[in-house]
């Protein structure tokens, strides 16, 4: 459970500062937040667009 919400922390805070150039403090309390109530899907869905979107 800790390495699955370790995981979604880390693509939260990612996307929010390299996508939405969210600053760094800002996108670390946001993540912290959002860690724990967002689902699988959608982490999965946010991962895939990253992949995208860095081609």
């Given at each position: 459970?800790?390495?699955?919400?370790?995981k979604?922390?880390?693509?939260?805070?990612?996307?929010?500062?390299?996508?939405?150039?969210?600053?760094?403090?800002?996108?670390?309390?946001?993540?912290?937040?959002?860690?724990?109530?967002?689902?699988?899907?959608?982490?999965?869905?946010?991962?895939?667009?990253?992949?995208?979107?860095?081609?």
């Amino acid at each position: 459970m800790v390495e699955l919400i370790s995981k979604k922390h880390h693509v939260i805070k990612q996307s929010l500062t390299e996508i939405l150039n969210i600053d760094s403090s800002v996108a670390e309390t946001d993540a912290c937040a959002i860690e724990h109530v967002i689902s699988n899907k959608s982490i999965s869905d946010i991962r895939e667009f990253m992949r995208a979107y860095k081609k």
